[in-house]
């Protein structure tokens, strides 16, 4: 069982925007670290955007000022908000969740989280 479902990616034009979603459909036991990923084919997937366990957030350097993450605790929801999109930022986009306590260097390590959505497809074309 997949236990984060991600939604709401789509295609949109170069200078649009997108709001994706994170919901746990399963248990992630103590895991409270949440994050973004993307990946496009024959490269790594590489952080965008995380929020630690003392709600800390921090970006990548290529969506700084662009993306915003978006904690709904009453809906148990993560959100990344992106703007300003741009062709660069098409990506199979993945929420992962980790443990607690991740330093705030590691954030966007992908090797720091345990539990995996099946990603959300964002492409950006004129």
């Known amino acids: 069982q997949v236990p984060l479902v991600e939604s709401g990616g789509g295609s949109v034009q170069p200078g649009g925007s997108l709001r994706l979603s994170c919901t746990p459909s399963?248990?992630?036991?103590?895991?409270?670290?949440m994050a973004w990923f993307r990946q496009v084919p024959g490269k790594e997937r590489e952080g965008v955007a995380a929020v630690g366990t003392d709600d800390m957030t921090t970006y990548a350097d290529f969506v700084k000022g662009r993306f915003t993450l978006i904690a709904d605790n009453d809906k148990d929801t993560l959100y990344l908000q992106m703007n300003s999109l741009q062709p660069e930022d098409t990506a199979m986009y993945y929420c992962a969740a980790g443990r607690q306590g991740i330093p705030r260097w590691r954030l966007l390590m992908k090797v720091e989280y345990d539990y995996w959505g099946q990603g959300t497809q964002v492409t950006v074309s004129s």
């Open positions: 399963g248990t992630t036991g103590s895991t409270r670290t």
